[in-house]
């Protein structure tokens, strides 16, 4: 499912490289995983979770990737 929303959003945005997603807003962070493809496409990443352990946890794992500020 990650894959294929990506895809789409890279096929919408007609976006091929790396940073030209530009801004990309992500709602619903969960583990986080989906934000750090993202980080890889676009120039920022900003991801809003609602919930405080899933945010907790995907803040640890982005940050392990030096992914969060």
Same mark, same amino acid.
């Given at each position: 499912v990650v894959a294929r929303m990506i895809e789409l959003l890279m096929h919408g945005a007609?976006? /091929? !490289?790396?940073?030209?997603?530009? /801004? !990309?807003?992500e709602i619903g962070t969960g583990c986080g995983y989906q934000a750090a493809l993202l980080a890889k496409l676009a120039r920022q990443v900003i991801s809003v979770e609602r919930l405080k352990p899933l945010h907790d946890k995907a803040r640890d794992k982005l940050a392990a990737l030096r992914l969060s500020n």
């Amino acid at each position: 499912v990650v894959a294929r929303m990506i895809e789409l959003l890279m096929h919408g945005a007609n976006a /091929r !490289t790396a940073g030209s997603l530009g /801004r !990309t807003l992500e709602i619903g962070t969960g583990c986080g995983y989906q934000a750090a493809l993202l980080a890889k496409l676009a120039r920022q990443v900003i991801s809003v979770e609602r919930l405080k352990p899933l945010h907790d946890k995907a803040r640890d794992k982005l940050a392990a990737l030096r992914l969060s500020n």
